[in-house]
Nanobody
Framework: EVQLVESGGGLVQAGGSLRLSCAAS????????IGWFRQAPGKGREGAEC?????????SVADSVKGRFTISGDNAEGTVYLEMSSLKPEDTAVYYC??????????????????WGQGTQVTVSS
């Protein structure tokens, strides 16, 4: 059974930092790319904003978080991290990680991901 479990969310003041973790089981990060998404209130999960991807050693972050968020991973541990700094109130969302088979290449489209975690809430107060 494939499971992705996010953790590390919480309440933080603007300007603060958080580190989210995505622990994968039932899939190998050697075979799957990981995307981090965030869902603002009122939007569906698959339509969530993709903010960072990691696949085959390639990493990228969206312009909206560039310079503030960093993705990294430990394939041996099966965990992908999202380091978030200089947080802003508009970063408030439910954050999800999702897995996509590497043979399909990278994607910023949530509809193209195979597996999703349950999400973790990040709230940034002003």
């Amino acid at each position: 059974e494939v499971q992705l479990v996010e953790s590390g969310g919480g309440l933080v003041q603007a300007g603060g930092s958080l580190r989210l973790s995505c622990a994968a089981s039932g899939v190998s990060l050697d075979d799957y790319g990981i995307g981090w998404f965030r869902q603002a209130p009122g939007k569906g999960r698959e339509g969530a904003e993709c903010i960072s991807i990691m696949i085959d050693g390639f990493t990228s972050v969206a312009d909206s978080v560039k310079g503030r968020f960093t993705i990294s991973g430990d394939n041996a541990e099966g965990t992908v991290y999202l380091e978030m700094s200089s947080l802003k109130p508009e970063d408030t969302a439910v954050y999800y990680c999702a897995a996509r088979w590497r043979g399909y290449g990278s994607s910023w489209d949530g509809y193209e991901y195979d597996y999703w975690g349950q999400g973790t809430q990040v709230t940034v107060s002003s």
